[in-house]
């Protein structure tokens, strides 16, 4: 039996300290110098045009100024700009961790002939640019008389083939034993996929989530092509407009990136544990 002093007997003995890798002195410079964009922008919309209009401009305000602020939520569209990307975005997010988890869930589980070759081909249409299919889904929605409407920016996006193939790939991972006690205690196919599956699924819908929402948030080709009044614009399509071919009003402009870099920021926070977790599940499978 051991009896010597125990870890708090020893002089100077205590909890041992890391010292930062070799990969940690990489990273932290380049982690700052991705935050000096964000830092300068934020500083920027403080400023005032004269200040920003001087070459070369400060890179910290000397004080703060809140025109550019003000002028953006009162001169501006910019509040209904900013509801009609919450609207687009929640939409779009709801309808594609909906329709994506079942397709998925019916590509993992079900059998069905052609189900690979479905998968392969909507796996495929990732390959296709956007840019090429803008004239035939412009003239579709233009057909619907859903050009300049909110509801043409929601209906591409309503499901998406990264996550059809990101679920696909988690329910292949699932374990089956939990689906098939389930089955035996009597409960039914969806029964099980809202019951069972869903819940376990919270990580990879998470990531699906974040990821739709960045992307929904984010989009200007489409919204610049498929509206053409200010009312119906999205925060990116407005911000465009900001800046003509004669003219930048730049406290504007960086005060509205602000503010639409914070609900981006708000989202990833959030479901951040649950994205790496999903991160993590897809790496293991």
């Known amino acids: 039996m051991n009896t010597g002093p125990g870890p708090e007997a020893v ?3 205590g909890p041992r300290r890391r010292l930062p890798s070799a990969r940690h002195l990489v990273l932290a410079p380049l982690s700052l110098l991705m935050v000096v964009p964000f830092v300068y922008m934020l500083g920027a919309s403080v400023m005032t045009k004269a200040q920003l ?5 400060p890179l910290f305000p000397t004080r703060l ?12 569209e910019f509040p209904r700009w900013f509801l009609n990307s919450v609207i687009v975005s929640g939409a779009i997010v709801v309808s594609q961790v ?3 988890s079942m397709a998925g869930y019916a590509f993992a589980r079900l059998r069905f002939v052609g189900r690979r070759v479905a998968l ?9 640019p956007f840019q090429l299919t803008v004239i035939p889904t412009f003239l579709i929605f233009h057909k619907l008389h859903l050009i300049d409407t909110l509801g043409a920016l929601i209906a591409p996006q309503l499901a998406s083939a990264l996550g059809v193939y990101l679920m696909t790939s988690f329910f292949q991972n699932f374990p089956r034993e939990l689906e098939e006690a389930a089955r035996i205690d009597g409960c039914s196919r969806w029964g099980v996929f809202f019951r069972v599956v869903l819940p376990v699924a919270r990580p990879a819908l998470a990531a699906l989530a974040v990821i739709t929402f960045i992307y929904a948030w984010n989009d200007l ?3 610049l092509v498929a509206i053409s009044s200010k009312e119906n614009y999205t925060v990116q399509a407005g911000l465009a407009s900001f800046q003509g071919q004669h003219r930048a009003d730049w406290p504007q402009i960086m005060a509205g990136t602000v503010l639409t870099t914070v609900p981006v920021l708000i989202v990833f926070l959030v479901g951040q544990r649950r994205f790496v977790q999903a991160l993590a599940g897809a790496v293991k499978g």
């Open 98 to 100: 909906v329709l994506c």
């Open 53 to 57: 209009n001087r070459f070369p401009p």
């Open 221 to 223: 080709f489409w919204p």
């Open 11 to 13: 002089p100077g003995a």
């Open 120 to 128: 392969v081909l909507v796996i495929a249409t990732t390959l296709i």
């Open 65 to 76: 100024h809140l025109n550019g602020y003000q002028e953006l939520l009162s001169d501006s």
